[in-house]
Nanobody
């Protein structure tokens, strides 16, 4: 039993930065990993980045490498996505997702059990 709530989306110019936050609501839930996915109109849902429970391991998709950084704060029960040097192609709805069971595959959406409602990110001049 867990609820994920994303926030921080908005409209930005190309080259600017944006920070998304995912609030994890639930007193007993422990994830094996947290991830960020995105979906643009007419396109399939795409893996962005993920982080394991301890935060020691991070995984980033090709589209976000060197620009996006995932982090988590256990005390606040939040997972953040820092996005720098944003491009128009980054425009999408961004979703926070949680895994309840361990898997070596952090990249597949099929391994995530819980999803937030999404937050819109629009990059346009």
């Amino acid at each position: 039993q867990v609820q994920l709530v994303e926030s921080g989306g908005g409209l930005v110019q190309p080259g600017e930065s944006l920070r998304l936050s995912c609030q994890i609501l639930g007193s007993t839930f422990r994830d094996s990993g947290m991830g960020w996915f995105r979906q643009a109109p007419g396109k399939e849902r795409e893996f962005v980045t993920a982080i394991n429970w301890s935060g020691a391991n991070k995984y980033t998709g090709d589209s976000a490498k060197d620009r996006f950084t995932i982090s988590r704060n256990h005390a606040k029960k939040t997972v953040s996505l820092q996005m720098n040097s944003l491009k128009p192609d980054d425009t999408a709805v961004y979703y926070c997702a949680a895994r309840s069971s361990y898997s070596t595959d952090y990249y597949s959406s099929r391994n995530y059990d819980f999803w937030g409602q999404g937050t819109q990110v629009t990059v346009s001049s």
